[in-house]
Protein backbone atom coordinates (compact mmCIF):
# COMPACT_ATOMS: atom_id res chain seq x y z
CA UNK A 1 0.00 0.00 0.00
CA UNK A 2 1.96 3.21 -1.27
CA UNK A 3 -1.75 5.24 -0.65
CA UNK A 4 -1.14 9.46 1.02
CA UNK A 5 -4.66 10.64 1.97
CA UNK A 6 -5.23 14.20 2.49
CA UNK A 7 -8.38 15.94 4.20
CA UNK A 8 -9.66 18.10 3.01
CA UNK A 9 -10.18 17.89 -1.02
CA UNK A 10 -11.12 21.21 -1.23
CA UNK A 11 -11.12 24.23 0.85
CA UNK A 12 -12.48 27.78 0.64
CA UNK A 13 -11.21 30.52 3.14
CA UNK A 14 -11.42 33.93 3.73
CA UNK A 15 -8.47 35.85 4.39
CA UNK A 16 -9.04 36.15 8.10
CA UNK A 17 -9.91 32.60 8.75
CA UNK A 18 -7.72 29.95 10.52
CA UNK A 19 -7.33 26.56 9.02
CA UNK A 20 -5.53 23.42 8.77
CA UNK A 21 -4.75 21.45 6.01
CA UNK A 22 -4.02 17.30 7.55
CA UNK A 23 -1.94 14.54 5.86
CA UNK A 24 -1.41 10.58 6.60
CA UNK A 25 0.29 8.11 5.91
CA UNK A 26 0.44 3.91 7.35
CA UNK A 27 3.65 3.01 5.32
CA UNK A 28 5.38 2.71 8.18
CA UNK A 29 7.57 6.43 6.38
CA UNK A 30 9.19 8.47 8.51
CA UNK A 31 9.84 11.52 6.18
CA UNK A 32 6.90 13.94 5.50
CA UNK A 33 6.85 16.68 2.93
CA UNK A 34 4.30 19.74 2.31
CA UNK A 35 4.15 20.84 -1.08
CA UNK A 36 2.57 24.14 -2.87
CA UNK A 37 1.65 23.70 -6.35
CA UNK A 38 0.37 26.60 -8.92
CA UNK A 39 -1.29 25.88 -12.08
CA UNK A 40 0.68 24.28 -14.32
CA UNK A 41 3.80 24.61 -12.60
CA UNK A 42 6.02 21.67 -10.29
CA UNK A 43 5.25 21.31 -6.98
CA UNK A 44 7.34 23.55 -4.43
CA UNK A 45 8.53 21.97 -1.57
CA UNK A 46 7.49 24.20 1.54
CA UNK A 47 8.27 21.77 4.75
CA UNK A 48 10.35 18.79 5.37
CA UNK A 49 9.86 16.85 8.22
CA UNK A 50 12.25 13.71 9.35
CA UNK A 51 11.63 11.55 12.16
CA UNK A 52 9.04 14.05 13.55
CA UNK A 53 11.48 16.82 13.21
CA UNK A 54 11.34 20.29 10.91
CA UNK A 55 14.27 19.50 9.27
CA UNK A 56 13.70 21.64 5.96
CA UNK A 57 11.82 25.48 5.57
CA UNK A 58 12.05 26.86 2.48
CA UNK A 59 11.89 30.40 3.36
CA UNK A 60 8.10 29.43 3.91
CA UNK A 61 5.77 33.09 5.55
CA UNK A 62 4.59 32.41 8.95
CA UNK A 63 1.28 32.50 8.16
CA UNK A 64 2.09 28.32 7.17
CA UNK A 65 2.85 26.80 10.26
CA UNK A 66 3.54 23.00 9.62
CA UNK A 67 2.98 20.61 12.87
CA UNK A 68 4.26 16.64 12.72
CA UNK A 69 1.99 14.99 15.73
CA UNK A 70 3.50 11.36 14.78
CA UNK A 71 5.37 9.45 12.30
CA UNK A 72 1.89 8.88 10.54
CA UNK A 73 0.23 12.56 10.82
CA UNK A 74 1.19 16.31 9.56
CA UNK A 75 -0.62 19.08 9.71
CA UNK A 76 -0.43 22.42 7.81
CA UNK A 77 -2.39 25.55 10.10
CA UNK A 78 -3.35 28.20 7.43
CA UNK A 79 -3.76 31.63 9.31
CA UNK A 80 -4.08 35.11 7.41
CA UNK A 81 -3.52 34.09 3.79
CA UNK A 82 -3.60 36.04 0.97
CA UNK A 83 -5.06 35.26 -2.12
CA UNK A 84 -1.90 34.50 -4.05
CA UNK A 85 -1.74 31.20 -1.73
CA UNK A 86 -4.57 30.10 -3.68
CA UNK A 87 -3.13 26.78 -4.78
CA UNK A 88 -2.91 22.90 -4.73
CA UNK A 89 -1.34 21.62 -1.35
CA UNK A 90 0.44 18.36 -1.70
CA UNK A 91 1.57 15.98 1.17
CA UNK A 92 4.40 13.60 0.38
CA UNK A 93 5.99 11.02 2.33
CA UNK A 94 8.98 8.35 2.03
CA UNK A 95 11.21 6.01 3.99
CA UNK A 96 13.64 8.53 5.64
CA UNK A 97 16.69 9.02 3.39
CA UNK A 98 16.87 11.71 1.09
CA UNK A 99 17.19 9.48 -2.19
CA UNK A 100 14.08 7.67 -1.03
CA UNK A 101 10.84 7.40 -3.28
CA UNK A 102 8.40 10.27 -2.25
CA UNK A 103 5.00 8.81 -2.31
CA UNK A 104 2.19 12.09 -2.68
CA UNK A 105 -1.24 12.35 -1.68
CA UNK A 106 -3.74 14.14 -3.93
CA UNK A 107 -4.09 17.13 -2.77
CA UNK A 108 -6.08 20.19 -0.95
CA UNK A 109 -7.22 22.79 -3.56
CA UNK A 110 -7.08 26.21 -1.22
CA UNK A 111 -8.70 28.85 -2.63
CA UNK A 112 -8.33 32.17 -0.53
CA UNK A 113 -10.98 34.66 -1.08
CA UNK B 1 21.89 23.90 -6.26
CA UNK B 2 20.61 21.47 -8.83
CA UNK B 3 18.57 22.25 -11.81
CA UNK B 4 16.12 20.45 -14.27
CA UNK B 5 15.14 20.70 -17.39
CA UNK B 6 12.68 19.22 -19.26
CA UNK B 7 11.45 19.16 -22.85
CA UNK B 8 9.28 19.55 -24.47
CA UNK B 9 6.47 21.65 -22.80
CA UNK B 10 3.67 20.35 -24.71
CA UNK B 11 3.49 16.73 -26.91
CA UNK B 12 1.06 15.52 -28.93
CA UNK B 13 1.19 12.12 -30.25
CA UNK B 14 -1.39 9.58 -32.17
CA UNK B 15 -3.07 6.60 -30.39
CA UNK B 16 -0.31 3.39 -30.81
CA UNK B 17 2.66 5.88 -31.52
CA UNK B 18 5.52 5.98 -29.22
CA UNK B 19 6.38 9.50 -26.96
CA UNK B 20 10.16 10.72 -25.49
CA UNK B 21 10.29 13.72 -22.65
CA UNK B 22 14.16 14.61 -22.02
CA UNK B 23 15.65 16.49 -19.32
CA UNK B 24 18.94 17.44 -18.25
CA UNK B 25 19.95 17.83 -14.74
CA UNK B 26 23.10 20.15 -13.73
CA UNK B 27 24.52 18.87 -10.48
CA UNK B 28 26.81 15.73 -10.71
CA UNK B 29 26.13 14.57 -7.19
CA UNK B 30 22.24 13.61 -8.37
CA UNK B 31 22.30 9.63 -7.87
CA UNK B 32 18.54 9.48 -8.10
CA UNK B 33 15.65 10.15 -10.99
CA UNK B 34 11.93 9.18 -10.67
CA UNK B 35 9.21 10.14 -13.12
CA UNK B 36 5.91 11.28 -12.38
CA UNK B 37 2.47 11.29 -13.46
CA UNK B 38 -0.18 13.93 -12.82
CA UNK B 39 -3.96 13.41 -14.09
CA UNK B 40 -6.30 16.54 -13.80
CA UNK B 41 -7.22 17.42 -10.19
CA UNK B 42 -4.97 14.50 -8.95
CA UNK B 43 -1.39 14.33 -7.14
CA UNK B 44 1.65 13.36 -8.76
CA UNK B 45 1.94 9.52 -8.92
CA UNK B 46 5.39 7.69 -9.33
CA UNK B 47 5.30 5.71 -12.73
CA UNK B 48 9.07 4.83 -12.96
CA UNK B 49 12.52 5.82 -11.34
CA UNK B 50 15.95 4.87 -11.85
CA UNK B 51 19.24 5.23 -10.01
CA UNK B 52 22.68 6.63 -10.99
CA UNK B 53 24.31 2.46 -11.06
CA UNK B 54 22.03 1.68 -14.16
CA UNK B 55 21.45 3.16 -17.60
CA UNK B 56 18.12 1.71 -18.18
CA UNK B 57 15.17 0.43 -16.94
CA UNK B 58 12.03 -0.87 -18.13
CA UNK B 59 8.08 -1.17 -17.12
CA UNK B 60 6.11 -2.75 -19.74
CA UNK B 61 5.42 -0.08 -21.94
CA UNK B 62 7.17 2.73 -19.71
CA UNK B 63 10.78 2.80 -20.22
CA UNK B 64 13.38 5.49 -19.00
CA UNK B 65 17.56 5.85 -19.79
CA UNK B 66 20.05 7.81 -18.18
CA UNK B 67 23.60 8.97 -19.67
CA UNK B 68 25.50 10.39 -16.65
CA UNK B 69 27.90 11.53 -18.84
CA UNK B 70 26.03 14.03 -20.25
CA UNK B 71 23.84 14.66 -16.96
CA UNK B 72 20.75 13.46 -19.04
CA UNK B 73 17.60 11.20 -18.99
CA UNK B 74 14.74 10.26 -20.66
CA UNK B 75 11.07 8.68 -20.70
CA UNK B 76 9.56 6.65 -23.17
CA UNK B 77 5.95 5.62 -23.31
CA UNK B 78 5.53 3.02 -26.33
CA UNK B 79 1.81 2.25 -27.78
CA UNK B 80 0.52 5.04 -26.25
CA UNK B 81 -2.97 5.05 -25.46
CA UNK B 82 -5.47 7.79 -24.75
CA UNK B 83 -5.20 7.59 -20.61
CA UNK B 84 -1.63 8.25 -20.73
CA UNK B 85 -2.34 11.54 -21.50
CA UNK B 86 -1.40 14.00 -18.39
CA UNK B 87 1.47 16.28 -17.36
CA UNK B 88 4.55 14.23 -16.83
CA UNK B 89 7.30 15.62 -14.21
CA UNK B 90 10.58 14.27 -14.02
CA UNK B 91 12.78 14.74 -11.19
CA UNK B 92 16.71 14.66 -9.02
CA UNK B 93 17.63 14.34 -5.96
CA UNK B 94 21.09 14.63 -5.26
CA UNK B 95 23.30 13.38 -2.62
CA UNK B 96 24.90 16.77 -2.19
CA UNK B 97 24.12 19.76 -0.35
CA UNK B 98 20.87 20.58 -2.02
CA UNK B 99 19.16 16.95 -0.76
CA UNK B 100 15.51 17.62 -1.99
CA UNK B 101 13.68 16.58 -5.06
CA UNK B 102 13.95 19.24 -7.77
CA UNK B 103 11.27 19.10 -10.08
CA UNK B 104 11.44 19.76 -14.19
CA UNK B 105 8.95 22.03 -15.59
CA UNK B 106 6.41 19.40 -16.60
CA UNK B 107 5.63 17.92 -20.24
CA UNK B 108 1.92 17.93 -21.12
CA UNK B 109 1.12 14.51 -22.94
CA UNK B 110 -2.01 14.19 -25.06
CA UNK B 111 -2.65 11.00 -26.75
CA UNK B 112 -5.05 11.35 -29.63
CA UNK B 113 -7.47 8.96 -30.68
Known amino acids: DTEVTQTPKHLVMGMTNKKSLKCEQH?????MYWYKQKAKKPPELMFVYSYEKLSINESVPSRFSPECPNSSLLNLHLHALQPEDSALYLC????????????FGPGTRLTVL | GENVEQHPSTLSVQEGDSAVIKCTYSDSASNYFPWYKQELGKGPQLIID?????GEKKDQRIAVTLNKTAKHFSLHITETQPEDSAVYFC????????????FGSGTQLTVLP
Open chain 2, 91 to 102: AAISSGSARQLT
Open chain 1, 27 to 31: MGHRA
Open chain 1, 92 to 103: ASSQGRVTDTQY
Open chain 2, 50 to 54: IRSNV
